[in-house]
């Protein structure tokens, strides 16, 4: 099988600790021969040290949201693991940055270029902006990027969803985080068009994938599992129209729940 995990809310808590058991049960499900790989809203700075802990070198990782697509050339985690940019998906921010400026004129904003780097206005609390830059406002939009993130440190998710619902965000996708965060992809890319590149890429039959994930920005992928007669399988503590799109539900990531799943493999 081709098996996609989140990480935060999936694989890790809030805290950045691992899920108990996680680590033991991806082995498990690598030495029966399955697939196991990330597909990740972080960019590949604050994924790569996910895989690293969980002894991964997968043939592909999924970043961005899907917007990027990243493969291993050689090397392990052991020897420091090289991943080259396979496929990127970007879009001209400038619209779509000044909308939200309007409505948002104290969030704290970040990009992601082409080419991995990272580019910020104000520091973000619980981001990893390591070799992220910081600039003026006005330099995000000076080149087309892989995603936009806005952070509203006063805000909360139902804020977002409702500011999202009230300016009609268009000629891009978009989710909201668990806190305050909105997390901006080109038009049409999330992470289960990244994830059927995968598929296509590994040759593996749709009924053959599992994914697992826990947010707002996994429906894209639990849907398409679901609706391919994969398996999709939500964190129990993820939010009603995460868990709507499932065809499976796991226990919460406090309580291992992609341990337990992966083990009943």
């Not at 087309?144 to 969803?161: K, Q």
């Not at 939500?234 to 337990?260: F, H, I, T």
Request: aromatic fraction near 6%.
């Amino acid at each position: 099988m081709l098996i996609a995990l989140d990480v935060d809310g999936t694989v890790l808590l809030e805290d950045e600790s691992l899920s108990p058991g996680v680590v033991d049960a991806v082995a498990h499900a690598r030495r029966a021969g399955h697939e196991v790989m990330l597909a990740t809203g972080r960019s590949w700075e604050g994924t790569r040290g996910v895989l690293r802990v969980l002894g991964l070198t997968p043939e592909y990782v999924v970043c961005s949201n899907g917007a990027v697509i990243l493969r291993w050339v050689g090397g392990d985690f052991a020897d420091e693991a090289r991943y080259e940019r396979h496929h990127v998906e970007t879009f001209d921010p400038a619209q779509v940055l000044e909308l939200l400026r309007t409505h948002l004129p104290d969030a704290h904003y970040l990009v992601e270029l082409a080419d991995g780097r990272r580019l910020y206005t104000e520091p973000m609390e619980d981001w990893n902006l390591v070799q992220a830059t910081r600039v003026p406002f006005e330099e995000l939009s000076a080149q087309p990027v892989c995603r936009v993130v806005v952070v509203a440190p006063e805000g909360t998710d139902d804020d977002f969803l409702a500011l999202v619902s009230r300016i009609g965000l268009s000629e891009v996708s978009y989710s909201v985080g668990w806190s305050a965060w909105l997390d901006i992809a080109p038009q049409g890319v999330d992470k289960s068009t990244a994830l059927e590149r995968v598929r296509e890429w590994l040759g593996i039959p749709p009924d053959r994938v599992m994914v697992m994930g826990d947010g707002r920005n996994d429906i894209g992928m639990l849907r398409w599992a679901r609706e391919s007669g994969g398996r999709a399988v939500a964190m129990g503590q993820g939010p009603a129209e995460v868990l709507s799109e499932a065809n499976e539900v796991a226990g919460s990531v406090y309580d291992g729940g992609v341990a337990q799943t992966l083990y009943r493999l």
